[in-house]
């Protein structure tokens, strides 16, 4: 398995501004995503996080709205930008490890605020 | 359309008794299907995870169910304890270059109170 941190853990923001969140993983993984779970629902899926390449958005997530980074197999930040009270949610960062289930890992989550 | 629908959407028993949650599914082509518990304010935490070979798998006091036939999966909590209050997510993966990406179920919300 892998052991995922997420950095902050919890944010309270005001309107207009953006937050970005770190995801690290302690060791290399090929797949990388991020997903969103707003309160009192299941994940979305925002994108996928590509290394060294633009990530991979699903429909209904633009880039402008959700640039991610993947500088390396280890990191990578999700930012929301221009946020309003609508972006309050938990934002999960997971890990697909490959192999014959394909599992995947998720890390603790970054609850976000926006006032 | 690919959907998973979980039921019941929340459940309230008594420590140390049983329940079964459902899960049905209509995703295709199938790979695996995986249990999830999430605690409050946590990620998720796998639980576990079953090809379509595979027709029960247990995990300490879980046991999941697999029928690809009916496309159906059961979780049993047995003699549930405080800990397992949480939310229990049936999440679904797809073959091939869609194997990661996965459908996921609205989840059973379970308190377990004393």
């Known amino acids: 398995s892998a052991v995922i941190s997420q950095k902050p853990s919890r944010d309270i923001c005001q309107r207009g501004t953006s937050l970005t969140i770190q995801c690290q993983v302690d060791?290399?993984?090929?797949?990388m995503f991020w997903y969103r779970q707003q309160p009192g629902q299941s994940l979305t899926l925002i994108a996928t996080?590509?290394?060294?390449?633009?990530?991979?958005?699903e429909s209904g997530f633009v880039i402008d709205k959700f640039p991610i980074s993947r500088p390396n197999l280890t990191f990578s930040t999700l930012t929301v930008s221009n946020m309003s009270p609508e972006d309050s949610s938990i934002y999960l960062c997971?890990?697909?490890?490959?192999?014959?289930?394909?599992?995947?890992?998720f890390g603790p989550g970054t609850r976000l605020t926006v006032l | 359309k690919n959907q998973v629908e979980q039921s019941p959407q929340s459940l309230i028993i008594l420590e140390g008794k049983n329940c079964t949650l459902q899960c049905n599914y209509t995703v295709s082509p199938f790979s695996n299907l995986r249990w999830y518990k999430q605690d409050t304010g946590r990620g998720p935490v796998s639980l576990t995870i079953m090809t379509f070979s595979e027709n029960t798998k247990s995990n300490g006091r879980y046991t999941a169910t697999l029928d690809a036939d009916t496309k159906q999966s059961s979780l049993h909590i047995t003699a549930s304890q405080l800990s397992d209050s949480a939310s229990y997510i049936c999440v679904v993966s797809g073959q091939g270059a869609a194997g990661n990406k996965l459908t996921f179920g609205g989840g059973t919300r379970v308190l377990v109170k004393p």
């Open positions: 060791s290399q993984v090929t797949m």
């Open positions: 996080a590509n290394q060294g390449s633009e990530a991979t958005y």
């Open positions: 997971s890990v697909g490890t490959g192999g014959a289930y394909n599992e995947q890992f």
